[in-house]
T-cell receptor, first 116, second 105 residues
Framework: GAVVSQHPSWVICKSGTSVKIECRSL??????MFWYRQFPKQSLMLMAT?????????EQGVEKDKFLINHASLTLSTLTVTSAHPEDSSFYIC????????????FGEGSRLTVL | KNEVEQSPQNLTAQEGEFITINCSYS?????LHWLQQHPGGGIVSLFM???GKKKHGRLIATINIQEKHSSLHITASHPRDSAVYIC???????FGTGTSLTVIP
């Protein structure tokens, strides 16, 4: 099946620094990628939808200047958490759909961010 | 009221039992997804449905578009089925809060 790889799987950083998380589709071209956030014992919260070559669409309440999303190619989207603070600590997950746009979702392994 | 409601929130079953998880939604959808999330966090897409029924191994998913309802069934449950099962709908994406399943040997 299709594979989506996320990196890093976990990261610890100091407050005020920026952290970049990568999401790659390894064996298919992903026109659309999604970024989610998940707090402990809660379900996924969609943060934004990114389409290759265009600006991401952010969900209500998600700060686009805080969570920078870039989808520069059909196989790579990045999420940068800028000036991270402890409240940004969370589990971040990406998913992708293929160019055939069947709508099936393929998920990355997730990235656990801890901001000290 | 959430756009996607799942029940039950938590479920404990004995190994071998037949399990049903329900999902109701209140919005128009292009498809409904059943996802499985293991304790490590990784998520696997189990099914994508727009009508009828799909089966994969011991897992069966059904959807009734008129009633805006879907069910995920697990036959002959096994401890390795222990996970959080999430119902999601697309068109506009909405996620259920998940059902935490524990299967006891």
């Amino acid at each position: 099946g299709a594979v989506v790889s996320q990196h890093p799987s976990w990261v610890i950083c100091k407050s005020g620094t920026s952290v970049k998380i990568e999401c790659r589709s390894l064996d298919f071209q992903a026109t659309t990628m999604f970024w989610y956030r998940q707090f402990p014992k809660q379900s996924l919260m969609l943060m934004a939808t990114s389409n290759e070559g265009s600006k991401a669409t952010y969900e209500q309440g998600v700060e686009k200047d805080k969570f920078l999303i870039n989808h520069a190619s059909l196989t790579l989207s990045t999420l940068t958490v800028t000036s991270a603070h402890p409240e940004d600590s969370s589990f971040y997950i990406c998913s992708a759909t293929d160019t055939l746009n069947t709508g099936e979702l393929f998920f990355g392994e997730g990235s656990r961010l801890t901001v000290l | 009221k959430n756009e996607v409601e799942q029940s039950p929130q938590n479920l404990t079953a004995q190994e071998g039992e037949f399990i049903t998880i329900n999902c109701s939604y209140s919005v128009g959808i292009s498809a409904l997804h059943w996802l499985q999330q293991h304790p490590g966090g990784g998520i696997v897409s189990l099914f994508m449905l727009s009508s009828g029924k799909k089966k994969h191994g011991r897992l069966i998913a059904t959807i009734n578009i008129q009633e805006k309802h879907s069910s995920l069934h697990i036959t002959a449950s096994h401890p390795r089925d222990s996970a959080v099962y999430i119902c999601a709908v697309s068109g506009q994406f909405y996620f259920g809060t998940g059902t935490s399943l524990t299967v006891i040997p």
